[in-house]
């Protein structure tokens, strides 16, 4: 067997071995022993939000197959312990408690608005480092708190970039359908915002609650106002079942969507209908080589990563895994590593993680701003 093969195999294993890795409950002296450092992430593994929570995961455990495979931080293994909250805030604040009372070194990784937010006075009052969160909620991010981390853009950078497109083409009838939650409510205070700085207002909005596609009304209300095009702020299923039901009844404008719907799941969901349907994107896409970060995303795949499909939510949990990866590279190179050290640590981040550019300081710790846009194609690709 060649070098090659037998690194490939090595990484291979490390990788299975942490996908294998179950929640054993236990005391918390158990959760940083054993030479291990353990992470503890709530997320959507099930329900209509899986998609979004499994992708997230593949792509941070094949960061952390990585670096385990080469001996981990400070010869101890990084265990990613991963609980199923259904995207359902009253299960992830359950799930929280639990890392809280085991003691893992700090959470990583929560999928959604609502359950961050749910998640949030727990993390506040033991003093965990919040790391990465899938939300681009201000609410996760005004008043500054300082265990919480960035790496993604904000909603309102998304839904400025989309307002700023939307009326730079003529469009000002803009409509907005969203989920009936904190989420839904942040992108819609988002593009709210856009249009005052441009003296306008939604022509119309309507809602869906989570983890629901029962949209019907909410297409009669929308459609009634004749918008030019509909920014919407939901989970993909939702948003699929909207379009769908918008096209059915004759709507001929356009459909724009924050990153959160999820590009992939939202395409699949689609099918030829996605023609034409616009995403926002706050990473660079898992597709165009040119860009550092999609090379080592898909290096790291081609070496070990069989099993991770090359996505938009599955690069955005490669880098968050390797921000944090950093993070505790410089807090174990500093002394001791503990939650305190790796706050210090992730606040001295100011240069490229695997490929892409962030910063954090003492005062602020949005680590990005980047956003672009994207278009789906009817055969399932992107477009920038």
């Given amino acids: 067997m060649t070098q090659q093969a037998c690194n490939r195999r090595q990484f291979s ?17 158990r959760a940083q022993g054993e030479g291990r450092i353990v992470i503890g992430q709530s997320a959507a593994l099930s329900g209509a939000a899986a998609q979004l929570g499994q992708q997230f995961q593949a792509g941070a455990q094949l ?10 931080i400070g010869r101890r293994q990084i265990e990613l312990r991963s609980l199923d909250d259904g995207y359902e805030p009253e299960r992830c604040a359950e799930n929280t408690r639990r890392f809280v009372s085991d003691e893992v070194l700090a959470l990583f990784g929560y999928i959604g608005t609502p359950t961050s937010l749910a998640a949030l006075p727990l993390v506040t009052q033991a003093g965990l480092p919040f790391i990465a969160p899938f939300s681009g909620a201000m609410a996760l991010r005004k008043p500054f ?15 400025e970039l989309i307002v700023n497109q939307l009326t730079h083409l003529g469009q000002t009838k803009i409509g907005v359908f969203h989920q009936n939650d904190s989420y839904g409510q942040a992108g819609l205070d988002g593009v ?21 596609d029962k949209v019907a009304d909410a297409v ?25 039901a918008a096209r059915k009844a004759g709507y001929g404008g356009g459909f724009y969507n924050v990153s959160f719907v999820g590009t992939e799941a939202l395409a699949q969901a689609l099918g030829p209908q996605a023609a034409g349907v616009v995403v926002s994107q706050v990473m660079p896409s898992p597709y165009l080589t040119q860009r550092p970060a999609t090379r080592e995303f ?13 996505n938009y939510v599955s ?11 950093e993070g505790l590279r410089l807090a174990h190179s500093g002394g001791k590593l503990t939650r305190e050290s790796l706050v210090t640590a992730l606040e001295g981040i100011n240069s490229n993680v695997a ?30």
């Fill in 145 to 159: 708190r300082r265990q919480v981390f960035h790496v993604r853009a904000s909603y309102n950078d998304e839904t």
């Fill in 63 to 72: 960061a952390f197959a990585q670096v385990n495979a080469q001996g981990g």
């Fill in 13 to 29: 294993l490390a990788s299975l071995a942490l996908g294998a890795m179950a929640w054993a409950g236990g005391p918390a002296a």
């Fill in 220 to 244: 009669a209300k929308l459609l009634a106002a004749k918008p030019e095009a509909i920014v919407q702020i939901g989970a993909y299923g939702a948003c699929a079942a909207f379009i769908r």
């Fill in 315 to 325: 690069i955005e949990g490669y880098i968050a895994a390797r921000t944090l990866i």
């Fill in 355 to 384: 490929g892409f550019p962030l910063r954090f300081t003492d005062y602020s710790h949005e680590g990005s701003g980047f956003v672009e846009m994207s278009m789906l194609t009817g055969d399932g690709r992107v477009r920038i």
């Fill in 298 to 310: 898909l290096e790291a795949i081609k070496k070990g990563g069989d099993k991770v499909q090359p």
């Fill in 192 to 212: 709210t915002k856009a249009l005052a700085a441009r003296k306008l207002a939604p022509v119309a909005t309507s809602t869906v609650e989570r983890n629901s």
